[in-house]
């Protein structure tokens, strides 16, 4: 290697002695210019030993070719010496200047390099997909930015260790673990191997290893840095994630609190109103008295067909939905909701239409007037006060299709879909009380009949909620 | 004669059946409405004495139509809900309610409410001065009003009893106990959030500077004093 340089630089300044010499002679001043230029091109091409080589054999040509007498060693002028040997200095000089400068020149390279590539990363590190595991990605991007063989990073908070690049990284895990505990650092020059502890406010958090890449001091620096903003961006997302989860669970439980407790107390005030009035006054003529005791009575009846009904709840809610089938006239299932209805219901009307001659359907009698009674409470919720309610049944393609349908502001399209979801609420109507679980609890009743429910609805104009019932088995075959 | 005349809002129809049936037994009058909208229909249509407010209305919600009838009426306000903690209670007087009562209730406590609410001052009118110039506040007890810096200064019958209480006592610390006692009733005593609240509105309304008030102060633990300086009588 050195070898050859050497014979380059010898080549080269034989080839400027010969030039000068024999096709374009010229005085020896110029020659000496010629050199200096070869030997500065020397420099900042092969390094300074050439030059020094080259230097050498410059001064030896430049004596025996160009400075009298020619030919020969021999220097008559005195003054020749001088020339000679300030020639050499200025050569000698030049070339550490022009080396110095090159080394310069590909150190901010190699600087600028890392940069590009810290700020590659950086990038990388801020796209990381949180959806995926996020040291394995961190390791992956480090791997591609400083195109590592491989790539070793250790979570201390899991002990998990995650590798990247195509080889294998080749130091042994446990440097990995004492330079994540002891916070140390480990470099083999020779083997182009780093194992580094990853900080983040000065507490280590996990080490980065890495195989096949020269990194500067300053650099390391800036890549623990970047994976420990990454792991941490990470631990905070997941922390964030959990707390927004048991603050969305905490919620669901106060709205369901507060709709049961709504539902259930509203009876209750009735009932308790009414009792104390009876007890404490004695002013109530004797109708006034029969009133308030058919009150305590009406109410008492639909607290226990709350009671009945979050029975039911717990039960679809358990998954535990045991379905006692029997078969039932379709009238007498609805005659038996509107019934229940009717207390709290003002002078709210359902126009009632069932098809001459259905047949009896096959199903749990209770759930069923659970079902029905959610949805048509649901349409006295959302329509206006005075507005009529109808309900109709109808026999088709063996199944029996009940409808309800309300002239309340229609559902839009986009959010047809989720109302049936556990707790959702349309946006247009979240002051009405409820825990948006009606829905949930007729879906589920009908699913269990294995019906199907579902929704037709125009903005403006009102909902049809629609649902299919099996019909009784002797009447099918 | 009538008790009163009171407007019972609640879209639960068995509510109002319960509440018509007793109050009327109570020798009230008594009008129902199921929304607050109708509740407002009705209160510009006609007067009442005390109006039975729902917290948990369909559409506009008690508290915005108790903001709506505190804005253009002085009439008691006694709303009804089921939750019982004491930031809907600060809500409630904050929209302008006098009273707060939790669903469910006994009869017999509503029929003490309502009569504490109905009730004006146990102090007669002739009882101290007739009227009283501070400042940039005047206050005439006869007439019942208030007016600051030339301008009359609308005060709900609790705000005014309030102020009328503390202004009779002067220079004095009167305890929580003493004043909730003296404005709302003898059922009263615990219900200091009340008076915070009507401290609160008290302040906005005759204080030139209400977070550095200059004539209703806090004694703290005790209750409030009315800094009445002596040449204003």
Redesign the interface.
């Known amino acids: 290697m050195l070898a050859g340089r050497l014979a380059i630089a010898i080549a080269i300044v034989a080839a400027v002695t010969f030039v000068c010499f024999r096709l374009v002679p010229v005085n020896a001043t110029t020659v000496g210019f010629v050199y200096l230029l070869a030997i500065l091109y020397l420099a900042a091409r092969w390094g300074l030993a050439s030059a020094i080589a080259g230097s050498l054999a410059a001064v030896i040509c430049f004596n025996y070719y160009f400075l009298p007498p020619i030919r020969s060693f021999t220097i008559g002028d005195p003054q020749n010496w001088v020339a000679l040997f300030a020639f050499l200095v200025t050569s000698i000089t030049a070339s550490r200047f022009s080396m110095q400068a090159k080394q310069h020149t590909l150190e901010a390279m190699s600087r600028q390099r890392e940069m590009e590539r810290l700020y590659a990363l950086s990038r990388a590190i801020l796209l990381i997909e949180t959806s995926r595991p996020v040291p394995k990605q961190l390791a992956t991007q480090i791997a591609q930015s400083f195109d590592a063989s491989s790539v070793a990073l250790y979570d201390r908070e899991t002990g998990e260790f995650f590798r990247a690049g195509p080889e294998d990284f080749p130091k042994p895990e446990e440097k990995l673990r004492q330079a994540a505990v002891e916070g140390t650092l480990f470099r083999d020059e020779a083997d182009h191997t780093v194992v580094t502890s990853v900080r983040l406010g000065g507490q280590p958090i996990g080490s980065l290893g890495m195989h096949g890449v020269e990194l500067s001091d300053s650099a390391l620096q800036g890549l623990t840095n970047l994976v420990a903003i990454g792991l941490e961006r990470l631990r905070a997302q997941i922390a964030a994630s959990r707390a927004e989860a048991a603050r969305q669970s905490d919620e669901l439980k106060s709205t369901l609190l507060d709709a049961i407790a709504h539902e259930f107390k509203t009876p209750l005030t009735s009932i308790k109103a009414a009792s104390t009035s009876l007890l404490s006054t004695s002013t109530l003529k004797p109708d006034q008295q029969r009133e308030l005791v058919a009150i305590v009575d009406q109410e008492t009846d639909r607290l226990s067909v709350l009671v009945t009904e979050a029975i039911q709840m717990a039960r679809i809610e358990a998954g535990r939905v045991v379905l006692r089938r029997e078969d039932h006239s379709v009238e007498d299932l609805v005659e038996s909701v509107l019934d229940k209805l009717k207390p709290s219901v003002d002078d709210r009307h359902v126009s009632v239409n069932i098809a001459l001659g259905l047949p009896p359907v096959w199903v749990d009698g209770e759930l069923i007037e659970v079902a029905l009674r959610q949805l048509i409470d649901n349409a006295f919720k959302y329509s206006p006060p005075g507005s009529p309610v109808s309900l109709e049944a109808v026999l088709r393609d063996d199944r029996v299709i009940v409808s309800v349908a309300d002239h309340g502001p229609g559902i839009p399209e986009a959010e047809q879909g989720r109302i049936f979801e556990k707790f959702y609420r349309a946006e247009a109507s979240r002051h009405v009380p409820g825990a948006g679980l009606g829905l949930v609890i007729a879906r589920e009743i009908v699913r269990a009949h294995s019906g199907e429910i579902w929704v037709e609805s125009k903005v403006g104009e009102g909902s049809v909620f629609q649902f299919s019932l099996p019909i009784a088995q002797k009447e099918q075959e | 004669m009538s008790a009163g005349r009171i407007l019972v809002v609640d879209d639960?129809?068995?509510?109002r059946?319960?509440?018509r049936?007793?109050l009327?037994?109570?020798?009230y009058e008594v009008e129902d409405a199921?929304?607050g909208e109708e509740a407002l229909d009705k209160i510009r249509a006609s007067r009442y004495d005390l109006m039975l407010l729902d917290w948990?209305l369909?559409?506009m919600?008690g508290l915005e139509t108790c903001r709506e009838v505190r804005a253009t009426s002085d009439m008691a306000i006694i709303m009804?809900t089921?939750?019982n903690d004491e930031q809907d209670k600060v809500q409630a007087l904050d929209a302008g309610a006098d009273d707060f009562i939790t669903?469910?209730?006994?009869?017999?406590e509503?029929l003490a409410r309502i009569r504490a609410a109905l009730r004006r001052m146990p102090l007669a009118p002739e009882a101290g001065p007739q009227r009283i110039s501070l400042e940039n506040v005047e206050i005439d007890f006869q007439a019942r009003k208030v007016i600051v810096a030339g301008a009359e200064v609308r005060l709900t019958p609790k705000e005014f009893d309030l102020l009328r209480y503390l202004v009779l006592h002067p220079n004095k610390a009167i305890p929580h106990r003493e004043l909730l006692q003296a404005v709302w009733g003898p059922d009263y005593g615990e219900q200091v959030e009340y008076l915070r609240v009507f401290i609160k509105q008290l302040r906005r309304k005759i204080e030139p500077r209400p977070e550095k008030p200059q004539y209703i102060l806090t004694e703290p633990w005790v209750g409030y004093r009315f800094h009445l300086p002596e040449q204003s009588l």
């Open positions: 639960e129809p068995q509510i059946r319960v509440m049936m007793t009327t037994g109570e020798n199921r929304t948990n369909p559409a919600g009804l089921i939750r669903k469910p209730f006994s009869m017999p509503l």
